[in-house]
């Protein structure tokens, strides 16, 4: 994989920034804008069932059905990173609000956005900006990985809060009908089979796909971000920050040491080591709206924590990754 450079790492961080903050910036002006504001709601409803439907399906798609299965046992090793890195926020989030004495609803809020975050919205844009197509296979691994535990383990979460309890079917129907996970299941028939997709598919998603797909993903974060006062919920912008920015992290490098990796030889570890980084998820404020939760703590959690991994964790693991 090539090395990023200090004007490649300066580039692509400038330019995820300028499509977060369009989007960010589109909702704020929507919103001082009456005439605009539901037209603008609209537009960006389909926007995100766009992505969800089409541009993240085929971004997975893409990333995986390009290799051979020997290419894939090679750099599979991306869902042991990403399984220990969310176990160990998912467990030391629980044992800090067991030890704090937490509502239940405090501590649903500390552990899913401690142990659930943007691997795919937000990680695989970041990853192809500074590690380019050949960092999304293990990256698109990595991302389904949490995806799935995220659609079990956060949806029975948020219905236990909400006490809308969910049957262990309705939970496998979420996994079933991701349609991200869908298109990992179809890749990786294509893999088994050893039915490799058209130079001409692989290479049209290259050129003329990856690009307008990763910049609409970035402003529909963007756009999900809301300026919520801060004060109220400094402690758990403190321990969900130490857990997405140090324990995970640290324990993925953990795993990279365990596996014998080599962060600057391997495929792996460079984009693990970046989706460990990256803040709560877009999902866990889609999760606090269905199910009624604290919409203001969610977002505060989502805004405040994505400034930070963009502008500060991400900017110190690469310095020490390159």
């Given at each position: ?9 300066l ?19 929507s ?11 609209l ?6 069932m766009?992505v ?12 995986i ?30 044992v ?13 809020a ?14 695989l844009p ?38 809308k ?10 996994v ?6 869908f298109?990992?299941i ?18 049209f ?14 402003v ?6 809301h ?22 992290p ?44 604290d ?27 390159f």
């Open positions: 994989m090539p090395e990023a450079t200090l004007e490649t790492i580039g692509a961080t400038a330019y995820i920034l300028l499509l977060l903050f369009t989007g960010f910036f589109i909702r704020i002006i919103t001082r804008i009456k005439r605009i504001e539901q037209i603008t709601k537009c960006f409803r389909y926007l995100n766009f969800l439907w089409g541009a993240l399906p085929a971004v997975v798609f893409f990333s059905a390009r290799y051979s299965l020997i290419q894939i046992l090679g750099f599979g090793n991306a869902i042991f990173l990403a399984s220990i890195g969310l176990g160990a926020c998912f467990v030391s989030s629980m800090i609000s067991h030890i704090a004495g937490d509502s239940k609803e405090t501590t649903i500390l552990v899913m956005n401690s142990a659930f975050m943007n691997v795919s919205y937000l990680g970041v990853i192809y900006a500074l590690l380019g197509i050949e960092g999304l296979g293990p990256g698109a691994l990595y991302a389904m990985m949490i995806g799935v535990l995220h659609l079990i383990f956060g949806v029975a979460m948020a219905s236990h809060a909400s006490k309890r969910l049957g262990l079917g309705s939970l496998i129907e979420h079933v009908t991701f349609p991200a996970a298109a990992l179809v890749a990786l028939l294509f893999v088994g089979l050893g039915a490799p997709i058209p130079t001409a598919a692989r290479d998603f290259d050129v003329y796909l990856a690009k307008p797909f990763f910049a609409l993903m970035l529909v974060v963007g756009y999900q971000m300026i919520v006062n801060p004060r109220k919920y400094f402690g758990l912008l403190g321990m969900v920050g130490a857990i997405r920015f140090l324990v995970s640290l324990v993925t490098y953990l795993g990279v040491i365990m596996l014998g990796l080599s962060v600057a030889a391997d495929i792996t570890p460079k984009p693990a080591l970046i989706q460990s980084v990256m803040p709560p998820a877009i999902f866990n404020l889609i999760l606090a709206s269905n199910y009624k939760l919409p203001k703590l969610y977002g505060a959690l989502f805004f405040y924590l994505t400034l930070v991994s963009l502008l500060i964790a991400l900017p110190v693991l690469l310095y020490f990754i």
